[in-house]
């Protein structure tokens, strides 16, 4: 069977402008919202006395492609929530662009960061570690330019391409160029462990997208027996109420969390770009009170003496800790050496944390060394824990992750500006370049429009898929979820597929990685060529 011509209802829907009093309301939020984060950055940075303006540059630049960046984003991910709810008319195109949106926005603000530094622990530790040297900042340039590239160029052909899957690769590139540049400093480059973990998590999200999409949607025939929800919307007009409301919770369900999951893929780089440029102000979280000040330093006596346990006999520590623990983190190898030196790194925290009282006192000098020795105590905690070694018992496990908590709040953590900057420049996005991918979501991947309860099914595996994802901490597709969604749908109902699409989506899919990873790669390279 052919594919049909667009309903000439929805061409009419999709063309229409927004109007002037949507334009406005939306462009005031976009003013209020950059304002507050505009002025939230300048309170800031008036902490950092003196020096070169060339950091404040720098920052600036770094700042507007990482927005950029999520920007882009809104073009794929966010336009994919709201297809489902225009092409069944639940919706107003530009009202569900704005509630989607809206949601988007309280998803970013509510999502706790642990997405964000998961993607970040697949870098090279050495160049987080240095992210405020030129390597750091190339590092930065090089995979965010590499994940706009590719982003901005499957958009243009209207291919719904995954973001997530695109900076996992631009990471990947950027350490395997790290590596090769370095070679003969023995230098790391990916942690293919977490790599292949998150890889994992991405490659088999369509297959549980198209196969759960596809149960679910079969249950619903099976008990629900009314033939109107699986067959396309005739005209324009909207669904009965009990399913209109289903229609628009699901997206809601979906634009909450790609919020609070993929939005904050560039909460974590633009962490990096601040703790690189300003330290001072950033590097540490200046929110911790006195008090959890004090408690961070009882709780480090407590996990020193644990650790203390675990020590071989006779370990020693030639040259400084930091040294050692360096090395495990980039070689993996659990040395004797290896423990000895955190537990001086952990006391070394400890004594430096009691002395300054308070964390938004410690030196300006020392605020990146004193950073940096919490995010590698921090790492190799995590890399031991992961491999079971030492053979560490449960009671002590909870002191040690009760510890590694309070380090982690202290480096990292979101101040809420940037979640604000993050959710507008998605936003913005996706009221640029909502209707490319809407238009392949809704009409392009099967040889019918979307049936109410097609829509129905693959909205609620995206919600369930990307909520599941975010409690484990792991970064997931809304893209490939939602299209795989919809096509298992279409295979389900018998509604057939266009392959021509489908094709191009798996050619996405599969060259998405590859592309990145050069992309990035020779991007990196060239940045320390021409550096």
Not at 18 to 47: E, H, N, W
Not at 72 to 85: E, I, Q
Not at 94 to 111: C, E, K, M, P
Not at 403 to 422: G, L, M, Q
Request: hydrophobic share 50%; aromatic share 8%.
């Amino acid at each position: 069977m052919a594919a049909p011509a667009p309903a000439s209802a929805i061409n009419e829907k999709l063309n229409k402008s927004p109007g002037k009093i949507g334009m406005l309301v939306f462009g005031l939020a976009l003013v209020v919202g950059f304002t507050y984060a505009g002025s939230q950055l300048i309170g800031d940075l008036s902490q950092v006395r003196g020096g070169s303006i060339y950091p404040f540059i720098l920052l600036g630049v770094a700042l507007f492609i990482a927005l950029g960046f999520e920007f882009v984003n809104g073009f794929h991910d966010t336009a994919n929530a709201v297809a489902t709810v225009i092409y069944t008319h639940s919706l107003d195109p530009h009202i569900a662009v704005v509630w989607s949106g809206t949601w988007n926005f309280i998803g970013v603000l509510l999502s706790t960061g642990t997405v964000a530094f998961g993607i970040i622990s697949l870098l090279p530790v050495e160049l987080i570690l240095q992210v405020g040297s030129g390597s750091g900042f190339y590092m930065v340039f090089a995979l965010l330019t590499a994940a706009i590239i590719w982003n901005l160029g499957t958009w243009w052909f209207g291919l719904p391409s995954s973001s997530t899957h695109t900076m996992v690769g631009s990471i990947i590139g950027v350490g395997l160029a790290n590596q090769l540049i370095n070679v003969k400093t023995g230098t790391s480059g990916v942690d293919w462990g977490q790599a292949l973990g998150v890889g994992r998590t991405l490659l088999l999200s369509p297959l549980v997208g198209f196969g759960v999409a596809a149960i679910f949607l079969l249950l619903c025939k099976m008990f629900i027996k009314n033939p109107k929800l699986y067959e396309a919307p005739e005209g324009n007009a909207p669904p009965p109420w009990p399913i209109r409301l289903l229609l628009i919770c699901t997206c809601t369900g979906v634009s909450y969390a790609h919020g609070s999951n993929d939005g904050q893929k560039g909460m974590g780089l633009i962490m990096l770009i601040l703790i690189g440029t300003v330290p001072t102000a950033y590097a540490l979280n200046h929110a911790i009170t006195p008090a959890q000040t004090q408690d961070f330093v009882a709780v480090s006596r407590l996990a020193s003496q644990t650790v203390q346990k675990y020590v071989p006999a006779g370990a020693s520590v030639s040259g400084t800790p930091n040294t050692a623990v360096s090395e495990y983190l980039r070689t993996r190898n659990m040395e004797p050496a290896a423990l000895a030196s955190m537990q001086q790194l952990i006391d070394t925290l400890a004594n430096s944390a009691q002395r300054y009282r308070d964390l938004k006192y410690v030196p300006a000098n020392d605020v990146p060394n004193f950073r940096n020795e919490m995010y590698m105590v921090s790492e190799e905690l995590r890399l031991i824990k992961k491999g079971n070694n030492p053979n560490i018992s449960a009671d002590d496990w909870a002191v040690l992750d009760n510890y590694k908590s309070h380090i982690d709040s202290a480096t990292k953590f979101i101040p809420p500006w940037v979640k604000v900057a993050v959710a507008l420049s998605l936003g913005l996005g996706t009221m640029v370049g909502w209707k490319r991918i809407v238009v392949t979501v809704g009409e392009k991947i099967g040889k019918q429009h979307l049936s109410y309860a097609q829509g129905a099914a693959a909205e609620i595996t995206a919600m369930l898929t990307i909520e599941a994802a975010d409690h484990l901490s792991m970064p997931v597709s809304t893209t490939h979820v939602l299209s795989s969604g919809v096509a298992g749908t279409m295979a389900a109902n018998h509604s057939g597929l266009q392959w021509s699409t489908v094709r191009n989506l798996l050619l996405a899919w599969v060259l998405t990685l590859p592309v990145s990873i050069l992309l990035a790669g020779t991007l990196f390279w060239l940045f320390h060529l021409i550096g």
